[in-house]
């Protein structure tokens, strides 16, 4: 054979070898020091309609490329972003916020209270956003102020400030906007490869504190592939995935951080009599509308050994979906559980019994039989959902879990048991999952739960600020007579108060102190403005 070819086959072989080499993973990312790169976008991984706030970028988190009305701190007091000053109304159903006049969108033209104003229009009609129902309209008084008319009294209207983008009302489109997004925030948007990543670059022109970083590349990599990422050192921060929470990398040190973000189970509270609601959803479940069963199921199933055992420890039990880290907690949610006994003795003092020795219990010929539905892409919802089923046999409550899509459990949502996550630094996302009149609507009161004095709170606790109404707040859980909590109706099982990890390179300082809580959908990136490099990459 001719030489020429015998080192063109020789030549192939290693491209080959070391295409796959890096392939398999044993690549390193190569990045300059003011460069970050990240794979911790928040749990619900890319964003299908880009970088647009209107449709619902980055919910209750950093938007990045767009500037917010405030910013929260880690002691959820406010401080001037685009506001200068804001006012609320005596009944709380008007804020009034003036705005600053010195800043330009990345496409040079000036932000004004119009863009503001259509920002949170849109934001209401869009529906995919933070949840405006209450706001009638916003409406630009003049070029720097802006007013903010609601329905009903909502002291924590201003939680959404921090949180929703604004966009160019002259520019923007619906279609268009998130491929390329313009904003006034410290990033400027530079490209994105779908199924990839995102490109930013520092905003020159941004009016607030400067981040020492020039580029930030944020990967769409979850679960595994993050981890991996972190193993290779291919990059400078990386979600830790709930399996992978005791486990160390070498060069990274793992931060876990408090977050509202809770995990529960729904149990619908009114019995399945063929009713639908407006979506055409079938409504209640004859075994869980039996109190027995809920109480039971509070009582029996043992938190703790969920959250140390397939939680790996980053998490703590949870009681009525009011984060420990929230100021409006309620530590006397809290139930001795994981009481086997007592949970079968409840479930015999309900009429439940195991009469034809299958190990489940019935009454009335009904069995004691629930399906329970999970996001099948969330590691820790399974945990859950498979956890609950395996404890629950000693009850003698079958649990059947299933993993499923939103598709699939938007219509099975208010009539089968489901995992559900929530938890946000937004107080009135607690009348969202409780309040009576939201029974069934959308994702509103999965639980269908009905109880008048809950919503009296609910609405006191609205037309209330600071301590006073997080007191009120608190009362949801349980007042000493009534509540959501396992010692009033019980209408959920929650089960876990989730930590966020993250693997985070030694180069990098991430001024925890500073950082936020962590809300739902996680935001590592609330405080950018205060990370910078310890060490030369280089030099690892």
């Avoid at 910013?71 to 804020?95: P, Q």
Wanted: charged share 25%; with cysteine.
């Amino acid at each position: 054979m001719d030489k020429k070819y015998i080192i063109g086959i020789i030549a192939i072989i290693l491209v080959a070898v070391i295409g796959g080499a890096l392939m398999m993973g044993n690549s390193t990312t190569q990045r300059a020091d003011d460069e970050l790169v990240v794979a911790a976008l928040g749990h619900n991984g890319e964003p299908e309609a880009g970088m647009d706030p209107i449709l619902g970028w980055n919910y209750y988190s950093a938007p990045l490329v767009q500037s917010t009305l405030l910013k929260m701190n880690r002691d959820m007091t406010f401080e001037d972003d685009l506001a200068t000053d804001y006012e609320v109304s005596g009944d709380y159903k008007k804020v009034t916020v003036k705005l600053r006049d010195d800043v330009n969108f990345t496409d040079g033209t000036p932000l004004t209270a119009e863009d503001v104003a259509f920002t949170y229009n849109e934001a209401k009609t869009s529906g995919a956003s933070l949840d405006f129902s209450n706001m009638k309209n916003a409406t630009a008084v003049d070029n720097y102020t802006v007013e903010f008319d609601l329905e009903e009294p909502d002291s924590s209207f201003i939680c959404k400030f921090p949180y929703l983008g604004i966009v160019p009302s002259d520019s923007y489109n619906n279609e268009t906007y998130g491929q390329n997004p313009v904003g006034s925030g410290p990033w400027k948007f530079v490209q994105w490869d779908k199924g990839q990543q995102i490109i930013l670059e520092k905003n020159p022109d941004y009016y607030g504190k400067e981040c020492e970083f020039n580029k930030l590349t944020i990967l769409f990599k979850e679960n595994e592939a993050a981890f991996m990422s972190a193993k290779n050192k291919e990059l400078d921060v990386a979600t830790v995935p709930i399996e992978y929470a005791n486990e160390t990398v070498d060069g990274y040190t793992m931060y876990l951080m408090d977050s509202f973000d809770v995990r529960g189970i729904a149990l619908p509270v009114i019995n399945n009599t063929g009713e639908v609601s407006e979506e055409g959803v079938a409504l209640g479940n004859n075994v869980t509308a039996d109190k027995a069963i809920r109480d039971a199921l509070n009582y029996g199933i043992d938190r703790e050994a969920i959250c140390d055992g397939p939680l790996n420890g980053a998490a703590a039990p949870n009681y009525d979906a009011m984060s420990s880290a929230a100021p409006w907690a309620n530590p006397d949610a809290a139930i001795k559980d994981g009481d086997v006994d007592k949970a079968k003795q409840i479930l015999k003092d309900g009429g439940w019994e195991d009469t034809d020795g299958d190990g489940i219990v019935e009454k009335d010929g009904l069995k004691a039989s629930l399906n329970l539905y999970y996001a099948a892409n969330a590691p820790e919802r399974q945990a859950i959902a498979v956890s609950v089923a395996e404890q629950a046999k000693e009850l003698g409550i079958e649990i059947n879990a299933t993993g499923s899509d939103w598709d699939k459990m938007d219509q099975i949502k208010n009539s089968e048991c489901v995992v559900w996550g929530m938890g946000e630094p937004d107080p009135s996302t607690l009348k969202l999952e409780y309040y009576s009149d939201l029974a069934g609507v959308g994702y509103g009161n999965p639980a269908l739960y009905n109880n008048s004095v809950v919503d009296g709170y609910i609405d006191s606790a609205l037309s209330k600020e600071g301590q006073d109404s997080y007191n009120e707040l608190s009362k949801i859980s349980w007042d000493g007579k009534t509540g959501v909590s396992p010692k009033g109706d019980a209408p959920w099982l929650w089960v876990a108060n989730i930590k966020y990890g993250y693997f985070v390179d030694d180069s990098l300082d991430i001024s925890n102190d500073t950082a936020n809580i962590q809300p739902h959908a996680g935001d590592i990136f609330s405080n950018l403005e205060d990370w910078h490099r310890v060490s030369s990459i280089e030099n690892k």
